[in-house]
């Protein structure tokens, strides 16, 4: 795989040497004259100074590994007790941070001022690992009110689904063991399909786009199935279902390969939403545990040649493959924008999307938009304790056991010295 040659690095005269570090690391060249992932100014101009130091203020609180570590052992019991006064900080907080609301109707002015800013919404109900089939059921028709809500007041709408919240894990790892099914399994395996497709199909019906979310390797074959059996049976005229490729694993770049070949043959478009991962400690500890190889590359470096060589692949093959960038990775944005305009494709394809999460990464999100690309942000929403676990993984994203400003933090903290606040 070719190498990524080091970025050059943008003018940052006025930055102090924690702010210079943290864009130098995660900050790239402007493509001809244009996108530039160091402009704070583009990236907080709908955030108010009061605003913006909430914010800033939220995000040293979570720089602080022993009190995200405290917060995670408490918070998430203590949510789930039902504890008021600690629901009603979270809230406050960290919810208002990363989730767009508890309701898809508290939803609505998130993604109204997302689209005042050329960025479209991926809805997320945060539900994840349901077991009990009251609760599966419940994920699926909250996905389709998803659907439905999105596809009446958003053009380009997506929403996104974990197929765990509709299937219960150890069926989906018994499946994947390749382990008979018992005839009570198989008929809860049949009602899987049903929601899966419910969901699909709805989407398809409503002109809005499903993506699939990645889960660990040990059940990703069995979500693969499923995901394949939606795109060959809905993705005929148009993209609607994407699959998840976790690039930090050694197999999924010939996956991806492989993926696109089948939809060839099958006639349908490939989804494809391009992560790095999110389970590498997991895995390599089950890995290591179990005495079998590890699925995640040994390095970083690795990673990111992966994670480019398929951005190039599907560019390649734009024509019949919708891709989603999923990442905050600066350089690899940076490298899909830069592609794009070298080849000369329209920015705002509808096969040619970036996402990242909403309340992270407004400076690339909202400098690719101000520029044209196709760019959305996740927006989670749920109540606080169904979506307690999605928060304390974007706590823990954003500290700093160097002692250092988190790239957040460091970026808020730039333009709060831009605007003389501080």
């Known amino acids: 795989m070719k190498k990524e040659g080091k970025p050059v690095d943008t003018p940052m005269?006025?930055?102090?040497?924690?702010?210079?570090?943290?864009?130098?690391?995660?900050?790239?060249?402007?493509?001809?004259?244009?996108?530039?992932f160091s402009n704070t100014e583009i990236a907080f101009s709908d955030r108010t100074d009061a605003q913006l130091k909430k914010a800033y203020w939220l995000f040293q609180m979570m720089n602080k590994p022993w009190l995200v570590n405290l917060g995670t052992k408490l918070g998430i019991p203590a949510v789930?007790?039902?504890?008021p006064l600690v629901d009603n900080i979270v809230r406050s907080t960290i919810f208002q941070q990363f989730c767009g609301g508890r309701t898809l109707l508290e939803t609505q002015k998130t993604i109204e001022r997302l689209a005042a800013r050329n960025t479209s919404t991926v809805l997320d109900f945060g539900a994840e690992g349901k077991k009990t089939e009251e609760d599966l059921n419940r994920t699926m028709n909250e996905t389709l009110q998803a659907i439905e809500y999105v596809s009446s007041i958003s053009e380009n709408a997506v929403v996104s689904s974990k197929f765990t919240g509709m299937a219960r894990f150890g069926l989906l790892e018994k499946i994947?063991?390749?382990s008979p099914l018992t005839e009570a399994e198989q008929s809860e395996y049949d009602n899987v399909l049903k929601r899966v497709d419910s969901v699909s199909h709805a989407a398809c019906q409503k002109g809005v786009t499903l993506y699939v979310d990645a889960e660990e390797s040990w059940i990703q074959d069995a979500i693969d199935g499923l995901v394949n059996k939606?795109?060959?049976?809905?993705?005929?005229?148009?993209?609607?279902?994407?699959?998840?490729?976790?690039?930090?694993?050694h197999d999924r770049l010939q996956y991806l390969m492989d993926s696109f070949q089948d939809a060839q043959k099958g006639g349908y478009f490939l989804g494809a939403k391009l992560?790095?991962?999110?389970?590498?400690?997991?895995?390599?500890?089950?890995?290591?545990?179990?005495?079998?190889?590890?699925?995640?590359?040994?390095?970083?470096?690795?990673?990111?040649?992966?994670y480019n060589t398929a951005i190039r692949f599907c560019l390649d093959h734009f024509d019949k493959v919708a891709v989603s960038?999923?990442?905050?990775?600066?350089?690899?944005?940076?490298?899909m924008a830069r592609l794009i305009v070298e080849k000369g494709l329209?920015?705002?394809?509808?096969?040619?999307?970036?996402?990242?999460?909403?309340?992270?990464?407004?400076?690339?999100?909202?400098?690719?938009?101000?520029?044209g690309f196709n760019v959305s942000k996740y927006v989670p929403y749920g109540?606080?304790?169904?979506?307690?676990?999605?928060?304390?993984?974007?706590?823990?994203?954003?500290?700093?056991?160097?002692?250092?400003?988190?790239?957040?933090?460091?970026?808020?903290?730039?333009?709060?010295?831009?605007?003389?606040?501080?």
């Open 13 to 36: 005269d006025k930055l102090d040497e924690v702010v210079k570090k943290a864009i130098s690391n995660n900050g790239a060249q402007p493509v001809l004259g244009g996108v530039d």
């Open 80 to 83: 789930r007790l039902g504890l």
């Open 176 to 178: 994947q063991s390749g």
């Open 230 to 249: 939606m795109m060959a049976r809905y993705n005929t005229e148009r993209p609607v279902v994407f699959n998840t490729y976790q690039l930090y694993r």
């Open 275 to 306: 992560v790095r991962g999110a389970y590498m400690e997991k895995e390599r500890r089950r890995a290591a545990e179990m005495g079998y190889p590890s699925p995640i590359y040994p390095n970083k470096a690795a990673t990111d040649d992966a």
């Open 325 to 335: 960038n999923s990442t905050h990775n600066a350089d690899s944005n940076m490298l």
């Open 346 to 371: 329209p920015k705002n394809h509808v096969h040619l999307n970036f996402a990242q999460l909403y309340g992270m990464s407004d400076n690339i999100t909202f400098n690719l938009a101000n520029s």
């Open 383 to 422: 109540e606080v304790r169904d979506v307690i676990p999605y928060l304390m993984r974007r706590a823990k994203e954003n500290t700093s056991v160097t002692g250092d400003m988190s790239r957040e933090l460091s970026l808020i903290d730039m333009e709060v010295k831009r605007r003389g606040l501080a």
